[in-house]
């Protein structure tokens, strides 16, 4: 039997509770246990993938196609290991699997009810993955804060469970937030017995207390809010403020979170733990031995969740080339041909970003045209990859009118067009091609060069894909198509060989990515900007020497 630690959050929201949770998961983990991490959502959609990233950042998605929120996403890049459907679900997935079965007639009559029909569907949901005997622990995260009217039937399925099974099987981990005045010069603890009080009347006591703050809690704060909270003074955990959440496990591995956990939930076979690989990842982060400046072009760029994936991927590739990766955020929809030097001038490599819908896709394109011609690396990701075949096809291939299916559907030349399978899909929500398909890498390209294997597996999603009616004719010109689905000859990637580094792909590396792995492509990338930083910091040189003369 697993056991179960939940986290919930207090005060406010955006404490970093996805943070909290993966840090716990990760010391569990390094100190031998099998751990897994589930996200508990209260609002009505059935799942993410129906959200503007506007709304909801990133959407994430799973190795088996969920659509899920992006905390999953810190989840794998903290544990190096994959979630599933089950790890994500929403008070709309709930409700929709109630109504269903009271459709089928399952409940024989009866008043189908929040209290118990809704609460025992989320508490068999929290405990599905437990089940499964591969792990010890299962955390689950319960998204808003404590207090919201609608993560109440999701805390109360919480306060079941405490009452239904063995103490030591279930925990309660609540973050919360110690605020600093700085006109008292004050830490205040009102808000959190406030927050710890209002979990209390709803019967669900907290075991530990993770405190954010951006000052340190002395002995006798703690003491006051274990006093004022009824938890024991060594289960207040303060959480300062961190550089890089990286160094969050670290941090909460020197306050004992995992120690105090193990102890209240009577584990005893555990080991010291092997944070060897994490430590070496941070030393590298914190202290790179030179900077690339890359840009991002997309149309989101005023929320930096929305693209969450890539940014935490260049952190990871930037950490195994020994550089720090800035991000140049550059609106695309405001790319024009007069303007394109001065807006991508100073960069070692462009990312054009994944993305939807029409706005700011000339603006990628140009972007591409620029990259293509200037020999600057290029790295295309979904709609990005779209984006190049489409300029190809315009600026060398001649066709101008080229487009997708998506964007301009009479043009005469779709060089991206929908999928057959597509065709026929009236409903939006989890109906793209999703999660994770074979390709196949031709041997001597640069992705075989950067993966080192000809066989590989990523995730999807997207509606669209590369119209092979044109391929013999990108082929012929220059720009091959160096991975294929091998089922479906789907293409998967696009390179122009005789580019120093260009590259497209439709599917989705930034999923893969983790501390301990990082995407192959994204440290190529990185690699590729390192070089070209490299070689134009001596073309700068050279140039000044030669004006001295
Ligand atoms: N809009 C494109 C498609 O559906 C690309 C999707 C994406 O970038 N994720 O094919």
Redesign the pocket.
């Known amino acids: 039997m697993a056991k179960y630690i939940f986290v919930t959050g207090g005060v406010t929201s955006s404490l970093g509770k996805g943070i909290i949770a993966a840090s716990l998961a990760k010391l569990l983990q390094a100190r031998g246990l099998n751990v897994t991490i589930q996200k508990f959502d209260p609002y009505i959609n059935v799942d993410p993938g129906t959200l503007n990233p506007y709304e909801h950042g990133e959407c994430y998605v799973t190795e088996d196609g969920a659509e899920t929120d992006l905390d999953l996403g810190h989840y794998e890049r903290f544990l190096s290991s994959y979630t599933s459907q089950a790890n994500n679900v929403t008070t709309g997935r709930i409700y929709q699997t109630v109504i269903n079965k009271e459709r089928a007639g399952d409940f024989l009559g009866k008043t189908v009810q929040v209290v118990p029909h809704i609460t025992d569907e989320i508490k068999h949901r929290m405990m599905l993955l437990g089940q499964d005997e591969k792990f010890d622990i299962v955390i689950t995260e319960i998204g808003g804060t404590v207090g919201d009217i609608e993560s109440l039937p999701f805390i109360e399925a919480v306060r079941q469970l405490q009452w239904e099974l063995p103490d030591e099987d279930v925990m309660v981990v609540h973050l919360t937030l110690i605020p600093y005045l700085k006109a008292a010069k004050e830490l205040k603890t009102k808000p959190t017995q406030h927050s710890v009080k209002m979990l209390s009347e709803t019967g669900v006591h907290p075991d530990i207390l993770v405190c954010r703050t951006e000052q340190p809690l002395n002995n006798e704060i703690k003491r006051k809010i274990a006093l004022f909270c009824n938890v024991k003074t060594d289960a207040v955990i303060e959480a300062m403020d961190a550089d890089t959440i990286y160094e969050v496990p670290l941090l909460m591995l020197r306050e004992k979170l995992d120690l105090i956990c193990l102890k209240k939930m009577n584990i005893t076979n555990y080991a010291e733990p092997n944070l060897d690989k994490w430590k070496s990842f941070l030393d590298k982060l914190k202290y790179p031995k030179s900077k690339v400046t890359v840009g991002l072009i997309g149309k989101y760029i005023e929320l930096q969740d929305a693209y969450k994936s890539i940014l935490e991927s260049f952190v990871h590739a930037g950490a195994m080339n020994e550089v720090k990766v800035e991000v140049v955020n550059v609106h695309s929809e405001f790319i024009t041909n007069e303007n394109v030097s001065e807006k991508l001038a100073g960069l070692d490599g462009l990312l054009v970003?994944?993305?939807?819908?029409l706005r700011g896709i000339e603006g990628k394109i140009i972007a591409v045209k620029y990259a293509r011609e200037k020999g600057l690396p290029f790295f295309g990701?979904?709609?990005?990859m779209?984006m190049a075949v489409i300029e190809f096809a315009r600026n060398i291939l001649g066709l101008k009118d080229a487009h997708?299916t998506?964007m301009d559907a009479n043009s005469s030349n779709q060089v991206?067009s929908i999928m057959e399978e597509q065709k026929k899909i009236k409903l939006m929500g989890g109906t793209?091609r999703l999660g994770a398909y074979p390709c196949e890498i031709q041997e001597g390209s640069l992705a075989h060069q950067i993966y080192g294997t000809t066989h590989i597996s990523e995730r999807h999603?997207?509606?669209?894909?590369f119209n092979n009616d044109y391929l013999n004719q990108f082929q012929e010109n220059g720009m091959i198509a160096s991975g294929t689905n091998p089922d479906t000859d789907l293409v998967e990637i696009v390179e122009i060989p005789n580019h120093p580094f260009f590259i497209g792909v439709q599917y989705?590396p930034e999923l893969k990515s983790s501390v301990e792995i990082p995407a192959p492509l994204f440290v190529g990338f990185i690699a590729a900007a390192k070089k070209y930083n490299e070689q134009s910091n001596i073309g700068k040189k050279k140039s000044a020497s030669s004006i001295e003369k």
Do not use: D, K, T, V
């Not at 990701?381 to 990005?384: N, T």
């Open positions: 970003a994944p993305g939807f819908g990701i979904c709609l990005g779209q997708s998506e991206i793209m999603r997207h509606r669209y894909e989705h």
